[in-house]
C-alpha cells in the first residue's frame, strides 16, 4: 500500500520560508512523477511542483517560479519543496501526490499559513 506522510508546514511570515517534506513508502513503481499539489479556502487545488522519477525533470506552476525549489533524496523515496518569500497567497493546505500507472496517490495534506 503506497502512503504519503507529509511535514514541516506551519506558519510563517510574508517573506519568509518553510521546507516542506513528504515520505513515500509502499512503492513498488519503476517510474512515476511526484509532487505537490495544494488548496486554498474556497479553491480549487492546483498542481504546485513535481519532479519525475525517470529523468529528474521538474515542473512549477508560474506562481512559484523561482521561489519554491523541489528535490528528492537518493533514493527517491522523499521529496522535499523549500518554498521562499512566502507570500499570503501561497496559504493553503500542500499535499504530497504520486503519479504511477495512470493512478494518482494522495497524503492526508499540512497546513501552511503566511502572514502579511
Known amino acids: 500500500e503506497v502512503q504519503l506522510v507529509e511535514s514541516g508546514g506551519g506558519l510563517a511570515q510574508a517573506g519568509g520560508s518553510l521546507r516542506l517534506s513528504c515520505a513515500a513508502s509502499g512503492f513498488t513503481f519503476d517510474d512515476y512523477v511526484i509532487g505537490w499539489f495544494r488548496q486554498a479556502p474556497g479553491k480549487e487545488r492546483e498542481g504546485v511542483s513535481a519532479i519525475s522519477s525517470s529523468d529528474g525533470s521538474t515542473y512549477y506552476a508560474n506562481s512559484v517560479k523561482g521561489r519554491f525549489t523541489i528535490s528528492s533524496d537518493n533514493a527517491k523515496t522523499t521529496v522535499y519543496l523549500q518554498m521562499n518569500s512566502l507570500k499570503p497567497d501561497d496559504t493553503a493546505v500542500y499535499y504530497c501526490?504520486?503519479?504511477?500507472?495512470?493512478?494518482?496517490?494522495w497524503g492526508q495534506g499540512t497546513q501552511v499559513t503566511v502572514s502579511s
Open positions: 501526490n504520486v503519479i504511477a500507472d495512470l493512478t494518482m496517490y
